[in-house]
């Protein structure tokens, strides 16, 4: 690794906030490792400090409480892909992580982490945004609770004070829904995303859209739920034609945000072809 730097490693959260006080200009924290030892070797990064959170119990485990699922930033990928709470309530967010990485990577990294790092292809985001998930956080000063879409100031680009970590996520549960997570990479396993999507819907009696929730990464700078799109879809029965408009609205919408570029001539038709092929199972159901 290049540059010199301090280790600490805290017994505890308090313990890790206050060091963060101190010196959090100065610091990286690590905890999967995954992103942040790349970076050390690299010289991306050059701090005078690493904070090893990784083995702090205030970070770890999944659970229902106060009628949320509550996910410590500390959880390993692996630990997500294997909890039963989350194939129930969560699954789009489960079924992000079969294509994360290798298994040797999911064992270590962490949905912190993954989220911290602010990359426009981060997995486990989208299917945050369609959770609405709100982020805990905490500094000496005390716990602040933010929603995902505010922890990216853009690619790469952390919108956290130095001084403040994240203790956890809270989601909103979903059971019984239709509910998916893809991607579209260069390859089919340990590929970076090149676009992603997650969606979660019900139909009611009359199979029209009761609920729907969609968000797009990996197109734009940071991921981005398309309300637009959810507003355009409920209360609509499916079929190829409203799928195929809708599927146009979600490409506007990325143009939108990124301005027009080369790369979409190819990322127009995969976006939308991403969309439509997520959502038809459900236009197979109602015919």
């Not at 680009?157 to 260069?186: H, N, T, W, Y």
């Not at 199979?207 to 879809?233: I, K």
């Not at 790369?263 to 199972?281: I, T, W």
Request: net charge positive.
């Amino acid at each position: 690794m290049r540059g010199d730097f301090a280790y600490a490693r805290p017994d505890s959260l308090d313990e890790a906030v206050a060091f963060l006080k101190a010196e959090g200009d100065s610091t990286v924290v690590l905890a999967g490792g995954t992103d942040v030892l790349v970076d050390l070797r690299s010289g991306d990064i050059r701090p005078a400090f690493v904070l090893d959170v990784s083995r702090l119990p205030e970070l770890k485990g999944i659970a229902s409480t106060n009628g949320e699922i509550r996910i410590g930033a500390g959880v390993t990928i692996q630990e997500i892909q294997a909890a039963g709470i989350l194939r129930r309530f969560a699954p789009a967010l489960q079924k992000a992580t079969y294509g994360f990485a290798s298994r040797q990577i999911r064992n270590v990294a962490t949905i912190g982490g993954n989220v911290a790092h602010c990359s426009p292809c981060g997995d486990t985001v989208p299917p945050l945004l369609i959770h609405e998930a709100r982020v805990v956080l905490k500094s000496a000063a005390g716990e602040r609770t933010l929603p995902i879409e505010a922890i990216s100031a853009g690619p790469y680009k952390s919108a956290l004070p130095p001084d403040e970590m994240i203790v956890c996520f809270l989601l909103k549960p979903r059971a019984g829904v239709f509910a998916d997570f893809q991607k579209i990479g260069r390859r089919k396993q340990l590929a970076i995303a090149r676009a992603s999507m997650a969606v979660m819907a019900e139909q009611d009696e009359k199979d029209r859209v009761s609920f729907v929730r969609v968000a797009l990464g990996a197109c734009t700078p940071t991921p981005s739920r398309l309300e637009a799109v959810e507003q355009f879809l409920e209360g609509k029965a499916l079929n190829e034609s409203v799928l195929w408009q809708a599927g146009r609205m979600v490409v506007e919408k990325m143009i939108d945000i990124t301005g027009f570029r080369p790369s979409y001539v190819y990322k127009e038709k995969a976006v939308q072809g991403l969309f439509m092929r997520m959502l038809s199972p459900m236009v197979n159901h109602a015919t």
